[in-house]
């Protein structure tokens, strides 16, 4: 069992920069791939990026590509979203996931934390 928090949403103004963490209980974290997904009222849910075990890949949805990175620290059992240049577009309710490999799907992950409120104001 793995249990995800996510910290780190808030109020930004459009062009800004956020940061958000997922901190994962359990000993086994580097065995999981993370993602990253958001979703705004009345959308689908939306793939924002994903990062496998060891951290030396990393995939980003084509919406956020050359704004957003993505990165893990084992040792600390957390993986960050870090978003630049936001835009209003960018407001939804951000999760992180965990699953056995990285996935543009969300039924690829096993376990989901709560999600955190990004609201991008313009």
């Known amino acids: 069992q793995v249990q995800l928090v996510e910290s780190g949403g808030g109020l930004v103004q459009a062009g800004g920069s956020r940061g958000l963490s997922c901190a994962a209980s359990g000993r086994t974290f580097s065995s999981y791939a993370m993602g990253w997904f958001r979703q705004a009222p009345g959308k689908e849910r939306e793939f924002v990026g994903a990062i496998n075990g060891n951290g030396d890949s990393t995939y980003l949805g084509g919406s956020v590509k050359g704004r957003f990175t993505i990165s893990r620290d084992n040792a600390k059992n957390t993986v960050y979203l870090q978003m630049n240049s936001l835009k209003p577009e960018d407001t939804a309710v951000y999760y992180c996931?965990?699953?056995?490999?990285?996935?543009?799907?969300?039924?690829?992950?096993?376990?989901w934390g709560q999600g955190t409120q990004v609201t991008v104001s313009s």
């Open positions: 996931a965990a699953g056995r490999r990285p996935s543009w799907y969300p039924g690829e992950y096993d376990y």
